[in-house]
Nanobody, 114 residues
Framework: QVPLVESGGGMVQPGGSLRLSCATS????????MGWYRQAPRKERELVAS???????VYADSVLDRFKISRDTANDAVNLQMNSLKPDDTAVYYC????????WGQGTQVTVSS
């Protein structure tokens, strides 16, 4: 069983917001930097945001100032707040360690369309 479960995706209009959540095991959460990745149709999977065990964050240029990654230590979860969404943000979003392990969850679909 893959201990990475993403949720929170959906369809939203341009300019809207979504909040993604990733539940994982305490061991994975405690000892690893965590990242949110996405894969759009016909494109390679890319890292959009990552957060270290002590909270330092890194963002892809394409999402800087729009997305915010955070760690929920009470629930061993990693969240991604996405604001000002654009059609180019449409993708399946995954969480994993950073760098990623070979085990991926099912992901959650985000569709930005009017």
């Amino acid at each position: 069983q893959v201990p990475l479960v993403e949720s929170g995706g959906g369809m939203v209009q341009p300019g809207g917001s979504l909040r993604l959540s990733c539940a994982t095991s305490r061991e994975i959460f405690t000892f690893n930097a965590m990242g949110w990745y996405r894969q759009a149709p016909r494109k390679e999977r890319e890292l959009v945001a990552s957060i270290t065990t002590y909270g330092a964050q890194v963002y892809a240029d394409s999402v800087l100032d729009r997305f915010k990654i955070s760690r929920d230590t009470a629930n061993d979860a990693v969240n991604l707040q996405m604001n000002s969404l654009k059609p180019d943000d449409t993708a399946v979003y995954y969480c994993n360690t950073d760098p990623p392990s070979q085990d991926w969850g099912q992901g959650t679909q985000v569709t930005v369309s009017s």
